[in-house]
């Protein structure tokens, strides 16, 4: 099968940055779409930043010019960059691939387990 494992988060004051990381794990044939989402206690889970496989982007407009997403392929990683973060970023972040574990084989969907951000003001 195949693992998320995510990393990077912790405690930041308000203005500061965070890197998060997911580096994905097991039987990887190939890796199309990867992205990062967040929830927070009686909230839906929603989109952060996503990334496909040739490099484009998409965010949040609530993160839009404040976090990049980036990824290695080499390595599959993704990185998720926060600056100027505020109180309101405040969540755990879960990591999301499409992973394909053979050559014929389709796409599934996998989430990491998650990881704190906590922003304080």
């Known amino acids: 099968q195949v693992q998320l494992v995510e990393s990077g988060g912790g405690l930041v004051q308000a203005g500061g940055s965070l890197r998060v990381s997911c580096v994905a794990s097991?039987?990887?044939?190939?890796?199309?779409?990867m992205g990062w989402y967040r929830q927070g206690p009686g909230k839906q889970r929603e989109l952060v930043a996503a990334?496909?496989?040739?490099?484009?982007?998409n965010y949040a407009d609530s993160v839009k010019g404040r976090f990049t997403i980036s990824r290695d392929n080499a390595k599959n990683t993704v990185y998720l960059q926060m600056n100027s973060l505020k109180p309101e970023d405040t969540d755990v972040y879960y990591c999301?691939?499409?992973?394909?574990?053979?050559?014929?084989?389709?796409?599934?969907?996998?989430w990491g387990q998650g990881t704190q951000v906590t922003v304080s003001s």
């Open positions: 999301n691939a499409d992973v394909r574990s053979s050559y014929y084989g389709s796409f599934a969907n996998y």
């Open positions: 097991g039987r990887i044939f190939s890796i199309n779409a």
């Open positions: 990334i496909t496989s040739g490099g484009t982007t």
